[in-house]
């Protein structure tokens, strides 16, 4: 610790502002993405949005195109924690600088590690400081000028690159972990798509088709209203007394079926559900933003949990639990739910009954029987991997303290 020096982040660095792209060439498409706060994740990290990307189709100045290894950090506060959150660019050539955001230029190479300041601005300390020189009232701001103001202490380069090293490894894991959950999904939804949409089910060359009322579908299949074949809000007692889990809306997805940050509580106020059950949202923007969940966390079959009265819960009557999850993530099924919803501007609920209008194509019980078969195991292990990168989370966000402080001495590994 003797080595470690007491300086300012601006000893260390100067942070660039971004550029005003202007919103009248931001659309659905185009040849790069304006990075937002929204593409950090509150602990820190580069978070992919996917469809909900910003594209920019305008003039774009050079100097605002993004390299891989380039650090950024957020000077909005466009949701609650993101402010003072960084991450690094993950590709070349496609992210641009927004305003919002700061790009961190090292002072002097041999005095400082961008490994190291990643995980610096993501320590408690520092973010408590950038948060404390936010100004604003709806939404908080900061500068390069305040940001570059805060107190820290660091150590010799050659720690530095040991504790961000450390660190990393978790990272890196964590990593590892999301992007196969992202694939078992993405691989649940297609074959959902093949099977039950476009109907290229094993077979399906020597299987006749029949019309319908949604056009030909496969023959000894059943057009039917999705209310028929899922429980719409089933009924499930809870006991009031005692602790139980509980699901707030905060803890659904926008674009995963795994349940966050779930509760303990008492009472038994608002949806029940069990294991097998999808948690729709039923709110916007909440819908909109595609919020929905997969409950696989209860301890056993006959195991019930509450949550917020804001989702609508749907389980399987003759399908399977995995089918209606992945149709509930289907635009279509979404597009019904937001066609049927009404209230006050801001506020818009869904009207359950709109699930009498989705017509759903009865498969028979042998190709449902496959598909779980095909899916469960990926539903499980996503699971299990999900609970793998909160452990990993837990252990890293212990160490960060704790190495960003001198308690663990790394000098001599």
Same mark, same amino acid.
């Given at each position: %610790?003797?080595?470690?020096?007491? +300086?300012?982040?601006?000893?260390?660095?100067?942070?660039?502002?971004?550029?005003? &792209?202007?919103?009248?060439?931001?659309?659905?498409?185009?040849?790069?993405?304006?990075?937002?706060?929204?593409?950090?994740?509150?602990?820190?990290?580069?978070? #992919?949005?996917?469809? *909900?990307?910003?594209?920019?189709?305008?003039?774009?100045?050079?100097?605002?195109?993004?390299?891989?290894?380039?650090?950024?950090?957020?000077?909005?506060?466009?949701?609650?924690?993101?402010?003072?959150?960084?991450?690094?660019?993950?590709?070349?050539?496609?992210?641009?600088?927004?305003?919002?955001?700061?790009?961190?230029?090292?002072?002097?190479?041999?005095?400082?590690? *961008?490994?190291?300041?990643?995980?610096? &601005?993501?320590?408690?300390?520092?973010?408590?400081?950038? /948060?404390?020189?936010?100004?604003?009232?709806?939404?908080?701001?900061?500068?390069?000028?305040?940001?570059?103001?805060?107190?820290?202490?660091?150590?010799?380069?050659?720690?530095?690159?040991?504790?961000?090293?450390?660190?990393?490894?978790?990272?890196?894991?964590?990593?590892?972990?999301?992007?196969?959950?992202?694939?078992?999904?993405? %691989?649940? /939804?297609?074959?959902?798509?093949?099977?039950?949409?476009?109907?290229?089910?094993?077979?399906?060359?020597?299987?006749?088709?029949?019309?319908?009322?949604?056009?030909?579908?496969?023959?000894?299949?059943?057009?039917?209203?999705?209310?028929?074949?899922?429980?719409?809000?089933?009924?499930?007692?809870?006991?009031?007394?005692?602790?139980?889990?509980?699901?707030?809306?905060? +803890?659904?997805?926008?674009?995963?079926?795994?349940?966050?940050?779930?509760?303990?509580?008492?009472?038994?106020?608002?949806?029940?559900?069990? #294991?097998?059950?999808?948690?729709?949202?039923?709110? !916007?923007? +909440?819908?909109?933003?595609?919020?929905?969940?997969?409950?696989?966390?209860?301890?056993?079959?006959?195991?019930?949990?509450?949550?917020?009265?804001? &989702?609508?819960?749907? /389980?399987?009557? !003759?399908? !399977?639990?995995?089918?209606?999850?992945?149709?509930?993530?289907?635009?279509?099924?979404?597009?019904?739910?937001?066609?049927? %919803?009404?209230?006050? !501007?801001?506020?818009?609920?869904?009207?359950?009954?709109?699930?009498?209008?989705?017509?759903?194509?009865?498969?028979?019980k042998a190709l449902l029987d496959r598909f779980s078969e095909s899916t469960r195991p990926s539903f499980k292990l996503i699971f299990e991997l999900d609970g793998q990168v909160q452990n990993l989370r837990r252990t890293r966000d212990l160490l960060l303290p704790r190495l960003l402080s001198g308690q663990i001495d790394v000098e001599g590994s």
């Amino acid at each position: %610790m003797s080595k470690w020096r007491d +300086c300012t982040l601006g000893d260390l660095l100067e942070i660039k502002h971004g550029f005003a &792209f202007l919103g009248e060439h931001f659309s659905d498409k185009g040849s790069h993405i304006v990075l937002t706060p929204g593409n950090f994740y509150d602990e820190g990290g580069f978070k #992919n949005k996917g469809i *909900k990307e910003k594209w920019y189709s305008g003039p774009i100045p050079k100097d605002y195109i993004l390299s891989k290894g380039d650090l950024l950090i957020a000077m909005t506060e466009q949701a609650e924690g993101l402010l003072g959150s960084s991450a690094i660019i993950p590709r070349s050539g496609l992210y641009l600088h927004n305003q919002r955001l700061g790009l961190v230029n090292i002072r002097d190479a041999e005095a400082a590690d *961008k490994n190291f300041l990643y995980f610096l &601005f993501n320590s408690k300390s520092v973010r408590q400081q950038i /948060r404390g020189s936010a100004s604003g009232t709806k939404i908080r701001h900061t500068a390069p000028s305040r940001i570059e103001s805060v107190k820290v202490r660091v150590p010799p380069l050659l720690i530095q690159r040991r504790i961000a090293g450390i660190l990393s490894a978790y990272d890196d894991l964590i990593e590892n972990n999301q992007r196969r959950i992202k694939i078992l999904e993405e %691989m649940a /939804r297609s074959l959902y798509r093949e099977w039950f949409v476009h109907f290229r089910f094993p077979g399906h060359e020597n299987h006749p088709r029949v019309p319908s009322p949604l056009g030909e579908i496969p023959q000894g299949w059943e057009v039917r209203r999705a209310s028929d074949c899922i429980e719409i809000n089933p009924r499930v007692k809870v006991p009031k007394d005692g602790e139980k889990p509980f699901v707030p809306m905060g +803890c659904l997805s926008n674009d995963s079926m795994v349940l966050h940050d779930i509760e303990l509580r008492t009472g038994n106020s608002g949806s029940k559900f069990q #294991n097998g059950d999808t948690l729709f949202a039923r709110i !916007t923007p +909440c819908l909109e933003n595609g919020k929905t969940g997969f409950v696989q966390f209860l301890p056993g079959a006959g195991s019930v949990g509450f949550g917020s009265t804001e &989702f609508i819960v749907l /389980r399987s009557r !003759t399908l !399977t639990p995995e089918l209606v999850y992945c149709m509930a993530r289907s635009d279509e099924f979404r597009g019904v739910a937001i066609k049927s %919803m009404s209230g006050a !501007t801001g506020r818009q609920r869904v009207q359950e009954r709109c699930f009498d209008d989705f017509s759903v194509v009865q498969p028979p019980k042998a190709l449902l029987d496959r598909f779980s078969e095909s899916t469960r195991p990926s539903f499980k292990l996503i699971f299990e991997l999900d609970g793998q990168v909160q452990n990993l989370r837990r252990t890293r966000d212990l160490l960060l303290p704790r190495l960003l402080s001198g308690q663990i001495d790394v000098e001599g590994s």
